[in-house]
């Protein structure tokens, strides 16, 4: 019974494309949804909790636009699903007591779909909702995550969450939710353009496929309609065509600012990772790339932070301080005595690893409980104290080396969370290399240190500091 107007202008029945019946077929109660443009997914989602509201008693459904005009335009697509529905319907049980620009309010059944702007401080605020659906979150203005926050914590227990945009940057609040789903327990949907049956241009003149087009072919089935349709949009968007037409679930989301390291290094080698690698995000416990072998000596780097759940992350990277494989990776929230004990367990996993951590601010507390647990195999800086000093004198030196390394054997980095960490390491205005707004890089810095001391410590014993693959 649900109307639309179609791209060109006509009214036709609400039908499933690609996209929405794959996303219907995965949904759950938390859903993040990263899309190409103009899949249908907004249209779908307002749908799908429309008919909840109508068909459910005390229903309160929110739908949260990116700005006012966005907010209006997505009550008119909720409001003509109410409209072209039957008139004994309208005139029935869906009979409106209040209409307004942005609300829809059912006496009959307490039910109600309201649609407000993130740029609202305000907005949800006080209400006890039973459908969220967050739009376009990566261009959500003010303190988008405040803004969030406040809208998930007026949800309901058995609420339905749905967070969708297109990509916006590698950084900021829905980049980081993103990363974040498997900790968070949101299911992830990906929508590549191609699902999109409207994307395809005529062949005739194609010519000759690249090794890439050819690889996309191979790899997701494509036509050569779908490829002349992606020539003419690297042709129209240039350098934003990834992130407008999403491809992966990588390489759409564009730095902001000159990636330190080499993004393509790195866009292939998040790709040629196994989608297992991707699924271990957000356990605690160590994540093992390569287990420890008899004789092999092992160097871990460590980031330490203040512990909270929102912060930043307490790092500990192994390495292997023969080769330069990245071993292991552990990070997670945890208070400095927790996070000593669990670099302990690592390190003697690892045959009692070099351990090196960062010394400044919280790492200072966590190098005296490490102390104090006796472990006994503390890296010392040349003044005599245990631990790695960062600052403006060191912190080049350190990003240099591993931006060298990666460059030279970018294979030897197994964590897709270190990758994306280094995908959103920018050179600032400035000049100085650090995480973009928004972004953590507690991999990065702790990776950082573990190749440096490797290297230091090899170079004592007039060893390369390139290693190879076992």
Excluded at 102 to 117: A, H, I, N, T, W
Excluded at 146 to 164: C, H, I, K, Y
Excluded at 334 to 350: G, N, Q, V, W
Excluded at 364 to 393: C, Q
């Amino acid at each position: 019974m649900l109307r639309i107007r179609d791209k060109s202008g006509r009214l036709v029945r609400l039908r499933a494309n690609r996209a929405q019946r794959e996303y219907s077929a995965r949904a759950r109660r938390r859903n993040i949804v990263l899309k190409a443009r103009q899949m249908g997914m907004t249209t779908w989602i307002a749908a799908r909790f429309f008919l909840a509201t109508i068909t459910r008693r005390g229903t309160l459904t929110v739908l949260v636009a990116h700005d006012q005009q966005a907010a209006e335009e997505l009550f008119r697509i909720v409001r003509r699903f109410w409209e072209n529905l039957p008139r004994w319907l309208r005139t029935g049980v869906l009979r409106t007591s209040h209409a307004n620009v942005r609300q829809l309010v059912f006496p009959e059944l307490d039910s109600e779909y309201r649609v407000e702007s993130a740029a609202d401080p305000e907005a949800g605020r006080g209400l006890t909702i039973q459908n969220l659906h967050a739009s376009e979150v990566a261009r959500w203005p003010r303190d988008p995550a405040a803004t969030l926050a406040s809208l998930r914590a007026a949800v309901a227990p058995d609420g339905e969450v749905v967070l969708e945009s297109t990509p916006n940057g590698s950084e900021g609040c829905f980049y980081r939710e993103w990363h974040a789903a498997e900790e968070t327990g949101f299911v992830r949907h990906f929508l590549p353009w191609w699902w999109a049956d409207e994307y395809r241009r005529d062949a005739v003149a194609l010519g000759e496929l690249s090794t890439e087009e050819c690889e996309l072919i191979a790899k997701h089935g494509l036509t050569r309609e779908q490829i002349a349709f992606r020539r003419e949009l690297r042709a129209n968007f240039r350098g934003l065509a990834r992130q407008e037409y999403a491809e992966d679930a990588e390489s759409c989301f564009l730095a902001s600012g000159e990636c330190y390291f080499e993004r393509e290094l790195i866009d292939a080698r998040l790709r040629a990772l196994s989608p297992r690698s991707h699924e271990w995000e957000g356990k605690p416990a160590p994540w093992i790339f390569a287990p420890p072998r008899e004789g092999r000596e092992y160097v871990i780097g460590v980031d330490a932070a203040e512990g909270g759940v929102d912060g930043d992350y307490c790092v500990a990277e192994v390495a292997d301080r023969g080769t330069g494989l990245q071993c292991a990776e552990l990070r997670g929230h945890f208070a400095p005595l927790e996070f000593a004990r669990r670099i302990i367990a690592l390190a003697e996993k690892y045959n009692g690893a070099l351990v090196a951590v960062e010394r400044n601010a919280i790492g200072s507390t966590v190098i005296a409980h490490l102390e104090r647990e006796r472990y006994g195999n503390m890296f010392s800086w040349s003044d005599g104290k245990s631990g790695y000093p960062t600052h403006p004198g060191t912190r080049p030196a350190l990003v240099d080396h591993l931006a060298a390394c990666f460059a030279h054997e970018p294979e030897m980095v197994s964590s897709p969370v270190l990758l994306r960490e280094m995908r959103s390491f920018v050179r600032g205005r400035n000049g100085t290399p650090a995480a973009a707004p928004g972004a953590h890089d507690d991999c990065v810095l702790a990776w950082a240190i573990a190749l440096k001391v490797r290297e230091e410590s090899r170079g004592q014993r007039g060893k390369p500091a390139f290693g190879t693959l076992p």
